[in-house]
T-cell receptor
């Protein structure tokens, strides 16, 4: 049972336009959400995160929106650049025991930004 | 800041041999380190969580006698794949957090090929 879902395996966007990557989750115990960017044969790079007590967090060209009632979050990249082309993973965090947290990853969305 | 390194980046070994992968936090003390495995075109699957000086906590289905984890210091964790078989071939990635931090910072990954 996938607790974190990224239903779009791929997305293609023109340079300069907005990229919107979506993520849905089912576990209401998740209290922190993160987005990672990953290139082939490399480890994920942390992009941006949001606590469940917020509904928006912005960092430069990246904005993450959280809709708790819908159990949905999205990552907006604007303007999109060719260097943004990568696989984007949504991750959700919960405290599983005292002092121990776990991250659950979605399956990823491959973003291609066309020049 | 928050740089994590892994060594080696690639390893090819014969079936039946053991392989050790090192994960180091270069500019911070990592109270918790995580080991993930990624199969082609799939998401990251958590294998185990390790805290410095204590035994690792393994996820369901991960053989602790096959994947030995040692977290000897606040900057080093090692994963040893014992008696490796071709089905162990995969991309292994470590990550680390500081204190009670939620954000995990990932290493670049190690590509293991067992012949």
């Amino acid at each position: 049972d996938q607790q974190v879902k990224q239903n779009s395996p791929s997305l293609s966007v023109q340079e300069g336009r907005i990229s919107i990557l979506n993520c849905d989750y089912t576990n209401s115990m998740f209290d922190y959400f993160l987005w990672y960017k990953k290139y082939p044969a490399e480890g994920p790079t942390f992009l941006i995160s949001i606590s469940s007590i917020k509904d928006k967090n912005e960092d430069g060209r990246f904005t993450v929106f959280l809709n708790k009632s819908a159990k949905h979050l999205s990552l907006h990249i604007v303007p999109s650049q060719p260097g943004d082309s990568a696989v984007y993973f949504c991750a959700a965090s919960e405290q599983v025991s005292t002092g121990r947290r776990a991250l659950t990853f979605g399956s990823g969305t491959r973003l291609q930004v066309q020049p | 800041g928050a740089v994590v390194s892994q060594h080696p980046s690639r390893v090819i070994c014969k079936s039946g041999t053991s392989v050790k992968i090192e994960c180091r936090s270069l500019d911070f003390q990592a109270t918790t380190m995580f080991w993930y495995r990624q199969f082609p075109k799939q998401s990251l699957m958590l294998m185990a969580t390790s805290n410095e000086g204590s035994k690792a906590t393994y996820e369901q289905g991960v053989e602790k006698d096959k994947f030995l984890i040692n977290h000897a210091s606040l900057t080093l964790s090692t994963l040893t794949v014992t008696s490796a078989h071709p089905e162990d071939s995969s991309f292994y990635i470590c990550s680390a957090t500081t204190g009670s931090g939620v954000t995990q910072y990932f290493g670049p990954g190690t590509r293991l090929l067992v012949l």
